[in-house]
């Protein structure tokens, strides 16, 4: 299987798609291609925690703001999986997770801006996915076009400061129903009815309805983390934050 991800909207992935049909016969799976458009955390968030569900396959990541600049194109083997991207660090948070260690294989793709073009998804990306997806996994160093580094962009998701009656954070990403979604561990709101968020007081609950339609509520989402909604709204609106602004829960 291959998989692919990207902030290209619904045109260009097929041609990536096509590539790889052309050289290989894996099954393409489109995780998604509306990840925000040249955010690299988004993506690194979204696909951190998405990727997971997957059996192992070789995963392609393109969002890609340095096309064409002196970044490197990789190929990480990470756990049972792979991925095929760009080193900007998107990739490092998502092979973090698929491997369950910081302990990860990495290779540069030579000659990656071969091509005269700016859609290294297509020209680069797409048909070393193909050359890895039929070669031996757990010998990729033995791919010609691969060159095996130590020194990736090491992209790291901000970190939380969490104190006995206090977290500090960020806000990681806002969703498509304006959920913002923290960097705070989900247990700190366990036993608890309420807390701060900055300078207001939101109802704790275990669902988004614990609260009356149009009330803030304060949860642990499905990725385990601290989020600020709305029942039936949107709480980037009620709380007054987007993605990357700091936001600190308190409580008694």
């Known amino acids: 299987m291959i998989t692919l991800a990207s902030d290209f909207g619904s045109l260009y992935p097929a041609a990536m798609a096509g590539v790889i049909y052309s050289q290989s016969d894996a099954r393409v799976v489109d995780v998604t291609h509306d990840l925000p458009r040249q955010d690299v955390r988004a993506g690194a968030f979204w696909l951190r925690e998405m990727l997971p569900s997957f059996p192992p396959a070789v995963h392609v990541i393109v969002v890609d ?104 954070g960020e806000i990681l990403i806002v969703d498509e129903f304006g959920n913002c979604v923290t960097n705070v561990p989900g247990e700190v709101l366990d036993g608890r009815e309420a807390v701060h968020v900055d300078d207001s007081t939101a109802t704790v609950g275990r669902a988004f309805d614990a609260v009356d339609p149009g009330d803030p509520v304060v949860l642990s989402g499905s990725h385990g983390l601290v989020e600020l909604a709305v029942n039936r709204g949107r709480g980037e609106d009620v709380f007054d934050v987007t993605a990357g602004d700091s936001v600190t829960l308190t409580w008694d």
Do not use: K
Not at 89 to 94: R, Y
Not at 111 to 117: G, P, R, S, T, V
């Open 65 to 168: 703001p340095g096309v064409r600049t002196d970044r490197r194109a990789l190929v990480c083997a990470a756990g049972e999986h792979v991925l095929v991207g760009p080193d900007n660090g998107i990739l490092a948070p998502i092979a973090r997770r698929l491997a369950g260690t910081e302990s990860v294989e990495w290779f540069a793709i030579d000659d990656a801006d071969a091509e005269e073009h700016t859609f290294h998804g297509r020209d680069v990306f797409a048909p070393m996915a193909a050359t890895v997806h039929d070669h031996d996994w757990d010998d990729l160093a033995t791919i010609d076009g691969l060159t095996p580094i130590d020194d990736p962009v090491a992209y790291q998701l901000p970190e939380p400061q969490v104190e006995s009656t206090r977290a500090r």
